[in-house]
Structures are given as C-alpha cells and as structure tokens.
C-alpha cells in the first residue's frame, strides 16, 4: 500500500474510512486495501431503493421537466435512464443479477440503430460519447459478452476519426446543436477534421471497462491522443475551454482529469509518461491537510458525498499507477 499511499502529502484513506458512508467503506476495503468483499449487501440501502421504487415497468426511469424544442421525452427518458443506471452501478455496485439492471439493459438496447449506435439523445444524429457511456456502464454491469454490446464497438471503430479519435459527427461539419431537432437526415462525420478531446475520453471509457477491447491497438492509439490533450482546449465547441479538466463529475460524465486518469490507468498507460506525472502532480499539489481535495462538481445534489466518490477515485487511480508497471501494448 505505501508504494502509492506515499506520493500524498497527506493520508487520503483517513477521510475515507472516517466517512461513514456504507458503500464508500465497502469499495474502499475492496478496492484501496484489497478486501474480499461482496456489494450486494449494498442494494438495499435506502438510497438505491429510492431510486429503484421511480422505475418504470419498462426499465426506463421518467426525466423530469424535458423540453420538447430540444428532444421527445422518451429521449429525454433514455439520459435519464443513464444517468441513474450510472448511479446503481458505480456507487452500489449493481449488476445485471439483479431484475431492474436487466429491464434497465433491455429498456436501453431498444435505442440501439441497426448500425449499432445508441440513437435519440442527439435525435437522429450520431452520439459516439452517449453510445459509449451507455456502453461503459452495461460492460461494468456484466454486458461485456452481448451481443449488443460487441456491435457497439464495432461501431465505434468504424466512426473513429482519422487521426484515431473520436469527434462529434455533426460538429466535424461545422453544425451546431439544434440540429438535432431540425434536421432528420443522420449526418455523417466529416473523418479528416480532428479529434475532440471530450468525446475520445468518454468513447475510452467503454474500451478501458472492457477486458478484451481495452488490450486493443485502437484504445491504445486513442489513449496517446488523449493523454496529449491534458490540460490543453478542446477542437471543438462543446466545453472547449481547458479549465473543463478540472470540472468534476462523479458518476463520470464529460472528460475531466479524474476520469481521464482513470481510463488511462486501467488501459495500461506508465505512470512516468510526462503529461501523467504532471497530471498527478495536480491532485498531490492541490490536496488539502484533510487528505482530500476541493473539487470544482458540476452534477450531484449532496457534494460533500461526491467528494469523497472522487477523492475514492483519485486513490485508485494513485493505485493503479504505481503498483501495475505493466506498460500499454505498442
């Protein structure tokens, strides 16, 4: 423990297992101190029973106050249905064994195109970050071996930018974002225009949770693109400005440091490629004498929480990091 626990100044895991928090002590125990530890336990506290008693007997979870001048409410329904599945599977460790991960899967796959993308949060457009976070989330749930989920990639791979990235398709053709609602024809991506940094940090995601596609050269060749982008804009409009690395999400959502770290780590990459040293340096430059840090959280209602969720990541990824010095394939 202390070949990672030693790069802070201050002990992150005194806050943690001070926390009281049930689900937060049981991942630490199993992933910072190596426990052996089952999280079933965990789906039935208060929390993901409140959530699970709002879903809908089609595996869907209502949004509330959708706007139909952007996107129907059964899109709306889809983000909605993403979002709380993220919440179920990363903070209580939900799995497809149980009744509502499965109608949530099922609920989930209906807006998957004959392509292979998930279709409707951007209308009829292309969405390689929202199909790959829906992705992420139901190879983590135990997904990884569908059907469904191995066309996803292959759609992935065959929408990839030619630079090896991914971009948004509509905003490789300089449109904006009402074209979702006023432009029915699927507009394909224009491949020679460059990555965006956003987007290939969420299509990562997918392949980082994945044991057979996070080993591919693809993820590896992303990987690089992604880890030159620490710190610098984005090409593209959508959260361009490069103080967006340090807005926080928890479950993640965009691209930021945390999850780009996170994605990176578990895809193999050295801790002493330069721009991961600089990137680490941040989190041990910015820690506070608590042992956690003050994050700038862009969604979540109770922060101090989600505080301590991330501060859970941060220390995995220091993990990771230094204590696996198995390189990424080349």
Known sequence: ??????????????????????????????????????????????????????????????????????RTQENYNQIETYRNLGILVEEFGFNKRHPAIAEAAEYLFSFQSNEGDF?????????????????????????????????????????????????????????????????????????????SYMVTGVVLRAFAAHPTYKKSKEAYQAGKLLLSSVFKKDQYPDRAGAEYWLRFSFPFWFTDLISALDTLSRLGFSAQEPQIKKALRWFVKNQQKTGLWQFKILKGKNKDILVLWLALAVCSIFKRFYTNQTSACN
């Open 1 to 70: 423990m202390n070949r990672w626990l030693g790069h802070f100044d201050y002990n992150p895991l005194t806050p943690l297992l001070e926390c009281g928090n049930a689900a937060i002590l049981k991942f630490v125990r199993r992933d910072l101190l190596d426990k052996a530890v089952s999280v079933d336990d965990l789906w039935q506290l208060a929390e993901p029973q409140k959530i699970l008693k709002k879903q809908k007997h089609n595996g869907s979870w209502i949004y509330p106050g959708a706007k139909d001048s952007i």
């Open 119 to 195: 279709r409707g949060i951007y209308g009829n457009q292309y969405s390689p970050n929202y199909s790959a976070g829906i992705t992420e989330l139901l190879v983590k749930a135990g997904y990884g071996n569908d059907a469904h989920i191995q066309k996803v990639f292959e759609w992935l791979l065959s929408i990839r930018q030619e630079d090896a990235g991914w971009a948004i398709p509509l905003r490789t053709r300089n449109c904006n974002l009402d074209v979702i609602t006023r432009h029915s024809e699927t507009i394909a991506p224009d491949k020679s225009k460059p990555f």
